[in-house]
């Protein structure tokens, strides 16, 4: 007989039911496979791009707003500094406008009080008004701390230089009358008819222009000084401002508790020197 070699297994698709779908061409669930894939990736740029949108506040979780306003109690802060303000003159003068604050009123003294005050280290209180009234004469104003100089007139401005000359003496004499703008003060009249009136705080000589401001800028007011026999003058319209030379310059200097101050402020009201 003869001898029958057995033949391997064939694919028998009908003994368990499958057969090959004949109907669509091979790859095809590849090609679905690849485009659901790409499909889920652009659907992950669209959630990223709407989510890096989203504003700073919305993207703030509440822990970091509470701490962004919260200064806690280990932070520090610190308040601004408030804004210093030098202290200026109120009133009116030629290059200034304003209502002048009259300071605290002084206490009088007695020459001899304000001897033993300037030794000791007690404060001299600012002079007080004095009793002596202006009267219409003629008058030059000499220097307590310089008494070979008194006040002149060089160019505009007032100065304390020493008088020699006619000239010199003319130019250091005026009239004393009332003031113009208080009539308990005094103005200083000029030979040929100006006033001394100080402008940017420096005393000079100029002719009156009818102006309430000329009035009060030319009008100063006595007051008693420290040493015996001298007389300090206090601007009517600058309360604690008083004539003073420095550097032989006259000009209106805010009050000073210094005995520095006290003799260049201090003046002797003599006769006319002309």
Same mark, same amino acid.
């Given at each position: 007989?003869?001898?029958?070699?057995?033949?391997?297994?064939?694919?028998?698709?009908?003994?368990?039911?499958?057969?090959?779908d004949t109907s669509r061409a091979p790859g095809t669930r590849r090609l679905w496979l690849a485009g659901?894939?790409?499909?889920? *990736?652009?659907?992950?740029?669209?959630?990223?791009?709407?989510?890096?949108?989203?504003?700073?506040?919305?993207?703030?979780?509440? %822990?970091?707003?509470?701490?962004?306003?919260?200064?806690?109690?280990?932070?520090?802060?610190?308040?601004?500094?408030?804004?210093?303000? +030098?202290?200026?003159?109120?009133?009116?003068?030629?290059?200034?406008?304003?209502?002048?604050? %009259?300071?605290?009123?002084?206490?009088?003294?007695?020459?001899? *009080?304000?001897?033993?005050?300037?030794?000791?280290?007690?404060?001299?209180?600012?002079?007080?008004?004095?009793?002596?009234?202006?009267? +219409?004469?003629?008058?030059?104003?000499?220097?307590?701390?310089?008494?070979?100089?008194?006040?002149h007139i060089t160019g505009d401005y007032v100065k304390l230089e020493p008088v020699a000359s006619p000239?010199?003496?003319? +130019?250091? *004499?005026?009239?004393?009358?009332?003031?113009?703008?208080?009539?308990?003060?005094?103005? $200083?009249?000029? +030979?040929?008819?100006?006033?001394?009136?100080?402008?940017? $705080?420096?005393?000079? %000589?100029?002719?009156?222009?009818?102006?309430?401001?000329?009035?009060?800028?030319?009008? $100063?007011?006595?007051?008693?000084?420290?040493?015996?026999?001298?007389?300090?003058?206090?601007?009517?319209?600058?309360?604690?401002?008083?004539?003073?030379?420095?550097?032989?310059?006259?000009?209106?200097?805010?009050?000073?508790?210094?005995?520095?101050?006290?003799?260049?402020? %201090?003046?002797?009201?003599?006769?006319?020197?002309?």
């Amino acid at each position: 007989m003869p001898e029958n070699t057995p033949h391997p297994p064939q694919h028998r698709p009908w003994e368990n039911g499958w057969a090959p779908d004949t109907s669509r061409a091979p790859g095809t669930r590849r090609l679905w496979l690849a485009g659901a894939l790409a499909l889920a *990736t652009v659907a992950t740029g669209v959630t990223a791009i709407a989510v890096s949108s989203r504003t700073p506040q919305e993207k703030a979780s509440p %822990a970091t707003t509470a701490a962004a306003t919260d200064n806690g109690p280990g932070l520090l802060s610190f308040a601004s500094p408030p804004a210093s303000t +030098a202290p200026h003159p109120k009133g009116e003068s030629a290059m200034t406008s304003g209502t002048p604050s %009259a300071p605290a009123s002084p206490t009088p003294t007695t020459t001899a *009080t304000a001897h033993a005050q300037q030794s000791g280290p007690a404060k001299s209180p600012a002079p007080h008004r004095s009793s002596s009234k202006p009267s +219409a004469e003629w008058r030059s104003v000499r220097s307590l701390n310089y008494p070979d100089r008194y006040w002149h007139i060089t160019g505009d401005y007032v100065k304390l230089e020493p008088v020699a000359s006619p000239s010199d003496r003319l +130019a250091a *004499t005026f009239k004393l009358v009332k003031g113009l703008s208080d009539a308990r003060c005094y103005s $200083f009249a000029t +030979a040929d008819g100006a006033y001394l009136r100080h402008r940017n $705080f420096l005393l000079r %000589a100029e002719h009156d222009d009818g102006s309430p401001l000329f009035g009060r800028d030319a009008t $100063f007011c006595p007051r008693t000084s420290s040493f015996s026999g001298a007389t300090m003058l206090e601007s009517v319209n600058y309360p604690g401002r008083f004539l003073r030379h420095q550097n032989f310059q006259l000009k209106l200097d805010p009050y000073q508790n210094t005995g520095l101050y006290r003799a260049d402020s %201090a003046f002797s009201l003599v006769d006319g020197l002309a």
